[in-house]
């Protein structure tokens, strides 16, 4: 770009010159014989006046089609966790994978919009936007970021027992997290939120998980997580936002949330990761209250448990879970519903502790 304004600059340059000298010869014509320098002065300028209109038209014409197109990039954190891809190089790509990733993105931003109670495509969620959990349009360090997701999918879940496609596992968090229904996996919008993860995946080798991506695993405690602790907790550093009865804020505009609810009817579903309190508490930890960060966390790993505990001892939505970990050794330790291939309670499962489900287990392979 910066030789078009050199060019550019230079021929105007020439131009004045050119145009004073006219100027100039002209008045000596008036008195001497400056009349033969005229000519070829005359086809100078018409050689600029050409120059200054290529170049013009240069600026018109899309870039790509005298510049490579830069490739796309990975971002990472000065700590090196994951960070998201380069956002200045979306204009790059081709139109219609432009498009596509972009509407990809929106939709995770603003899900409600299109797709909440009064969704301008559908409805078929409950209001909140996949952004709520994962954070920045899913790119936060350590924020529920899609990090991991073109890289490792389609992979074995134990969830399902099967081989899950990313359009899958998309579909499990509008079933679960947003209490929905699932998307046409053929639609546009299953195909822009595809577009959108394979395009955050740029550069991440297959298989690999970068660091900092998703949800941290904190350190089990040595108790059960208290959720009379937990209310304490909620109370001081949670309800200016969440407010008292746990249900948010409803943003202005009315489709959606300025700060979502935690529990009741529009809240995630209890067959959602959250449900889980590692989950849960492995996400507050890092980013709640609003502005928290995994380099500057708000609550000790104490307190996220605890928290985690009241905020999943509260009703929400139902599921039918029959169908899912059918190889019941597989059941994630925190998992709160049996039946389990253990002699545990529902009630360890849920609230801990954990350490000795899991010395249980490895003793007894
Ligand atoms: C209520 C919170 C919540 C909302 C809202 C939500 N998710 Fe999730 N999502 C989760 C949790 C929790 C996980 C599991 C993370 C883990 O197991 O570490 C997850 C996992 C995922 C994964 C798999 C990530 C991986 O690396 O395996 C994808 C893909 C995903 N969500 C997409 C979406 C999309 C798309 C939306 C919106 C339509 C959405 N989620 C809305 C909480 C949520
Ligand atoms: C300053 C306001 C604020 C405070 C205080 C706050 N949150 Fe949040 N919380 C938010 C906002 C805003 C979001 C949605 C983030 C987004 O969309 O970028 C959110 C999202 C969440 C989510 C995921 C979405 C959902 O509704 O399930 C959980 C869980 C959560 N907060 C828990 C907590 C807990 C627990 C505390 C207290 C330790 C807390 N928050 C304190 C503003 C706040």
């Given at each position: 770009?910066?030789?078009h304004?050199?060019i550019l600059?230079?021929?105007v340059l020439?131009?004045v010159?050119?145009?004073?000298?006219d100027?100039?010869?002209?008045a000596?014509?008036?008195r001497?014989?400056?009349e033969?320098?005229?000519?070829?002065l005359?086809s100078?300028k018409?050689?600029a006046?050409?120059?200054l209109v290529?170049?013009?038209v240069?600026?018109?014409?899309?870039?790509?089609?005298f510049?490579?197109?830069?490739?796309?990039?990975?971002t990472y954190d000065?700590?090196?966790?994951?960070?998201?891809?380069?956002?200045?190089r979306?204009?790059?790509?081709?139109?219609?994978q432009?498009?596509?990733?972009?509407?990809?993105?929106?939709?995770?931003?603003?899900?409600?919009?299109?797709?909440?109670p009064?969704?301008?495509?559908?409805?078929?969620t409950n209001?909140m936007?996949c952004q709520?959990?994962?954070l920045?349009?899913?790119?936060?360090?350590w924020?529920?970021?899609?990090g991991?997701?073109?890289?490792?999918?389609?992979?074995?879940?134990?969830?399902?027992?099967?081989?899950?496609?990313?359009?899958k596992?998309?579909?499990?968090?509008f079933?679960?997290?947003l209490?929905?229904?699932a998307?046409?996996?053929?639609?546009?919008e299953m195909?822009a939120?595809?577009?959108y993860m394979?395009w955050l995946?740029?550069?991440?080798e297959?298989?690999?998980?970068?660091?900092g991506s998703?949800?941290?695993?904190?350190?089990?405690?040595?108790r059960?997580?208290?959720?009379?602790?937990?209310a304490?907790?909620?109370t001081?550093?949670?309800?200016?936002?969440?407010?008292?009865?746990g249900q948010?804020?409803?943003?202005?505009?009315?489709?959606t949330?300025?700060y979502p609810?935690?529990?009741?009817?529009?809240?995630?579903?209890?067959?959602?990761?959250l449900?889980?309190?590692?989950r849960?508490?492995?996400?507050?930890?890092?980013?709640?209250?609003?502005?928290?960060t995994?380099?500057?966390?708000?609550?000790?790993?104490?307190e996220?448990?605890?928290?985690?505990?009241?905020?999943?001892s509260?009703?929400?939505?139902?599921?039918?879970?029959?169908?899912?970990?059918?190889k019941?050794?597989?059941?994630?330790?925190?998992?709160?519903?049996?039946?389990?291939?253990?002699?545990?309670?529902e009630?360890?499962?849920?609230?801990?502790?954990?350490?000795?489900?899991?010395?249980?287990?490895?003793?007894?392979?």
């Open positions: 770009m910066i030789v304004w050199l600059f230079a021929t020439i131009l010159v050119l145009y004073v000298m100027d100039a010869l002209r000596l014509s008036d001497a014989d400056g033969s320098a005229l000519g070829p005359r100078s018409r050689i006046w050409a120059t290529l170049v013009a240069l600026f018109v014409v899309p870039k790509e089609l510049e490579p197109a830069p490739p796309q990039m990975a000065a700590a090196g966790n994951w960070s998201g891809a380069d956002t200045t979306i204009e790059f790509l081709d139109r219609e432009r498009e596509l990733v972009l509407y990809g993105r929106e939709l995770i931003r603003n899900t409600a919009y299109y797709l909440g009064n969704g301008t495509v559908s409805q078929q209001g936007n709520n959990c994962h920045d349009a899913g790119t936060k360090p924020g529920n970021n899609y991991a997701v073109w890289s490792t999918y389609p992979k074995l879940r134990s969830r399902t027992g099967r081989v899950e496609s990313v359009a596992r998309v579909n499990d968090c079933e679960r997290s209490n929905g229904t998307l046409d996996t053929t639609g546009h195909l939120i595809k577009a394979e995946g740029t550069g991440i297959t298989k690999t998980k970068p660091q998703g949800i941290v695993d904190l350190a089990y405690l040595d059960p997580a208290d959720p009379e602790h937990g304490a907790i909620f001081a550093k949670c309800v200016s936002c969440h407010q008292d009865d948010g804020v409803k943003a202005l505009a009315g489709s949330y300025q609810p935690l529990w009741g009817d529009h809240s995630y579903n209890i067959g959602a990761g449900y889980r309190l590692s849960f508490a492995g996400y507050v930890k890092n980013n709640m209250p609003q502005g928290a995994w380099e500057n966390p708000q609550l000790t790993d104490e996220a448990w605890d928290v985690a505990a009241y905020v999943n509260q009703q929400r939505p139902d599921r039918d879970l029959t169908g899912d970990w059918p019941l050794a597989s059941k994630p330790t925190d998992h709160p519903f049996g039946p389990y291939a253990d002699a545990f309670t009630a360890q499962h849920k609230y801990g502790p954990y350490r000795p489900i899991e010395e249980a287990k490895t003793s007894a392979e």
